[in-house]
T-cell receptor, first 115, second 111 residues
Framework: DTGVSQNPRHKITKRGQNVTFRCDPISEHNRLYWYRQTLGQGPEFLTYFQNEAQLEKSRLLSDRFSAERPKGSFSTLEIQRTEQGDSAMYLC?????????????FGPGTRLTVL | AQSVTQLDSQVPVFEEAPVELRCNYSSSVSVYLFWYVQYPNQGLQLLLKYLSGSTLVKGINGFEAEFNKSQTSFHLRKPSVHISDTAEYFCAVSDRIDMRFGAGTRLTVKP
């Protein structure tokens, strides 16, 4: 257990529905990352926050995806109008910008299945 | 942008044998390098990392990796594997903000 928690762990939804995932970071970590991992592949970077500011978004992130980190602590990732191709494991990772820079600690992930 | 290639998608090996999982990277800037392990139905766990200094890095569970700048490689090694090492292993490269992962190597340790 890295100290990063994600909820829910599993989500099954019908195509066209909206879903929201939550990530709670290690308390002193000011950086937070979202990744998507499909079967047989490594994690793909989606977006990155430093404190409450969203500093980078991947070109993979379509307009149906939005992420927030309103108070610089927990973060949410919302997918609107889900498609079957959105089925994947969504991973959150956190880290710090000082000291042990660039070490990311991963949560257990949220597995999304779109029917 | 940086990228990572893991040269073997699957590596089967017998218990107590040595193993090497290969990783090559490309980047136009200096990078940090990582190996993560993912056990079934679990999140990624950091095995070891290279940030600077000694090119031989030791990690948890008896794993080590060597950074070779001229060959742009960061291969992972263990002298004697256990059944419990069966997992997916991911090599990753970071330019301090953006982290890119390889496709993973499935290590299967057989009795």
């Amino acid at each position: 257990d890295t100290g990063v928690s994600q909820n829910p762990r599993h989500k099954i939804t019908k195509r066209g529905q909206n879903v929201t995932f939550r990530c709670d970071p290690i308390s002193e970590h000011n950086r937070l990352y979202w990744y998507r991992q499909t079967l047989g592949q490594g994690p793909e970077f989606l977006t990155y926050f430093q404190n409450e500011a969203q500093l980078e978004k991947s070109r993979l992130l379509s307009d149906r995806f939005s992420a927030e980190r309103p108070k610089g602590s927990f973060s949410t990732l919302e997918i609107q109008r889900t498609e079957q191709g959105d089925s994947a494991m969504y991973l959150c990772a956190t880290g710090t910008s000082g000291g042990n820079t660039d070490t990311q600690y991963f949560g257990p992930g949220t597995r999304l299945t779109v029917l | 942008a940086q990228s990572v290639t893991q040269l073997d998608s699957q590596v089967p090996v017998f218990e107590e044998a040595p193993v090497e999982l290969r990783c090559n990277y490309s980047s136009s800037v200096s990078v940090y390098l990582f190996w993560y392990v993912q056990y079934p139905n679990q999140g990624l766990q950091l095995l070891l990392k290279y940030l600077s200094g000694s090119t031989l890095v030791k990690g948890i569970n008896g794993f080590e990796a060597e950074f070779n700048k001229s060959q742009t490689s960061f291969h992972l090694r263990k002298p004697s594997v256990h059944i419990s090492d069966t997992a997916e292993y991911f090599c990753a490269v970071s330019d301090r903000i953006d982290m890119r992962f390889g496709a993973g190597t499935r290590l299967t340790v057989k009795p």
